[in-house]
């Protein structure tokens, strides 16, 4: 199984601050590469796909980058309700994996 | 509007079984393949199962390969899930999730919790 590797697994943030995580998948997974955002008592959200690409609706301030092995998400400029869980999930390849996910918090 | 509703969950005794189900409406139901995804009690998520949108395929985790089996009813727009040997570590919220081809999964349910004690 392709294992995923995220960090950090939490970071502390200040409303307008850049945050980026990173996820790192054991094997190529080309552009197979979703990014989820969590908040407590809720399902996950997807918020991009295939590596880059936003989802409609997404606020432009959450951008991602990566191909292969390493991909990037960043919030351009955190805002108050983006503090939640994100997780990543590489789908190249059954079984599906997660991140183990990264708790963005208020500072 | 996409819905997914699950139902199914419960208190369970270790060894015992249950069998969840996924309601989906308002999209081609048969036309997109699924997921099942759990998330134990304050952990991260954990993929367990999919299947194809006609049912021919199926793939789990090495963790619930034996126990769980995934399966469809296209003709009532509605995905399950039966899980047996139960375990205290299958303790978890079991969301359904819709895959949206190859762009990850585009809508989830709102969770079903299966407790496994005695």
């Known amino acids: 199984a392709i294992r995923v590797t995220q960090s950090p697994s939490s970071l502390s943030a200040s409303i307008g601050d850049r945050v980026t995580i990173t996820c790192r998948a054991s094997?190529?997974?080309?552009?197979?590469l979703a990014w989820y955002q969590q908040k407590p008592g809720k399902a996950p959200n997807l918020v991009i796909y295939t590596a880059s690409t936003l989802r409609s609706g997404v606020p432009s301030r959450f951008s991602g980058s990566g191909s292969g092995t390493d991909f990037t998400l960043t919030i351009s400029s955190l805002q108050s309700e983006d503090f939640a869980t994100y997780f990543c999930q590489q789908y190249s390849d059954y079984p599906l994996t997660f991140g183990g996910g990264t708790k963005v918090e208020i500072k | 509007e996409v819905q997914l509703v699950e139902s199914g969950g419960g208190l369970v005794q270790p060894g015992g079984s249950l069998r969840l189900a996924c309601a989906a409406s308002?999209?081609?139901?048969?036309?997109?393949?699924m997921n099942w995804v759990r998330q134990a009690p304050g952990k991260g998520l954990e993929w367990v199962s999919g299947?194809?949108?006609?049912?021919?395929?199926?793939y789990y985790a090495d963790s619930v390969k034996g126990r769980f089996t995934v399966s469809r009813d296209n003709s009532k727009n509605t995905l399950y899930l039966q899980i047996n040997s139960l375990r205290a570590e299958d303790t978890a919220v079991y969301y359904c999730a819709k895959v949206w081809y190859d762009r990850g999964l585009d809508h989830w349910g709102q969770g079903t919790l299966v407790t496994v004690s005695s």
């Open positions: 308002g999209f081609t139901f048969s036309s997109y393949a």
């Open positions: 094997q190529a997974i080309s552009s197979y």
């Open positions: 299947i194809s949108g006609n049912g021919g395929s199926t």
